[in-house]
């Protein structure tokens, strides 16, 4: 670490949890953000500013004027471009020495899956707002044992969840929400989302990706619930289901 990175992370440094090393591991460390809306805006907004060396933008959708009340990493004169190369833009300005990488159109599964392998993440952060793709995002990361941060929120309530595919008895997305193939998601475009309610949802997907970089204890197996009307959290405890077909597909592909 040279002079200027010393002073820029110093406060983290401090921390005896993370030290020089830790920081050093942060630095050296690789997180991909799927979504860069209301989740991974702030999310995306302190992985920059905390110094994890390589941040993978991946987001296929368009700045609308209708976004600007939550999505926090875009601006005025990001209006009609692309969410990916919108949030590089403001990330630089916050941090210049982090390697952006932008991925600007939907991946399939199969790519995703490549990616992970190919490219090393480290955690990849579900900041998405539909099942369809959370459940691709669980299936990829499952199968390539990369830790996942899952987060979620509509009107006054946020969800999150870690799953450490490191280890393999880990539940996964699916242990959770069994895919029943039901349509009756409920979408913020019609039931609305007050705005810093993403930002404490998204902001915890940043705290336990660090902490999963770190090792430091992350919240696996626990399903956390944030109730911002009366701002208090609800935690409930899972297990792998022995049914779930995800995880033992991961487990014969792994044997
Ligand atoms: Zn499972």
């Not at 942060?26 to 905390?50: E, K, R, W």
Request: include cysteine; aromatic fraction near 6%.
């Amino acid at each position: 670490m040279n002079e200027k990175e010393l002073e820029r992370y110093g406060r983290h440094i401090l921390l005896p949890q993370i030290d020089y090393e830790g920081q050093k591991k942060l630095m050296n460390a690789h997180v991909m953000i799927i979504g860069l809306g209301g989740l991974g805006s702030p999310a995306s907004i302190y992985l920059a500013s905390s110094g994890i060396g390589k941040l993978t933008l991946c987001d296929f959708d368009q700045v609308e004027l209708s976004n600007l009340q939550r999505q926090i990493v875009h601006r005025e004169h990001s209006l009609s471009s692309n969410k990916a190369h919108s949030a590089k833009k403001t990330l630089s300005e916050i941090n210049a020495e982090i390697d952006f990488q932008v991925i600007d159109q939907k991946l399939t599964e199969d790519e995703l899956s490549q990616y992970l392998q190919q490219q090393k993440v480290d955690v990849v952060l579900d900041c998405s707002d539909n099942f369809k793709t959370r459940y691709a995002i669980n299936r990829a990361c499952n199968q390539n044992k990369v830790p996942l941060v899952s987060g979620s929120a509509i009107k006054f309530e946020g969800q999150l969840m870690v799953f450490d595919f490191k280890d393999q008895d880990s539940p996964c997305y699916e242990c959770v929400f069994p895919d029943n193939n039901t349509e009756n998601e409920l979408r913020c475009a019609d039931h609305g989302i007050l705005a810093p309610v993403v930002g404490i949802i998204g902001t915890m997907q940043s705290l336990e990706a660090i902490k999963l970089i770190l090792n430091l204890s992350p919240l696996n197996s626990k399903l956390l619930i944030f109730d911002g009307m009366v701002n208090e959290w609800k935690t409930i405890h899972f297990k792998q289901d022995k049914e779930c077909k995800i995880c033992a597909n991961a487990k014969n592909s792994s044997s």
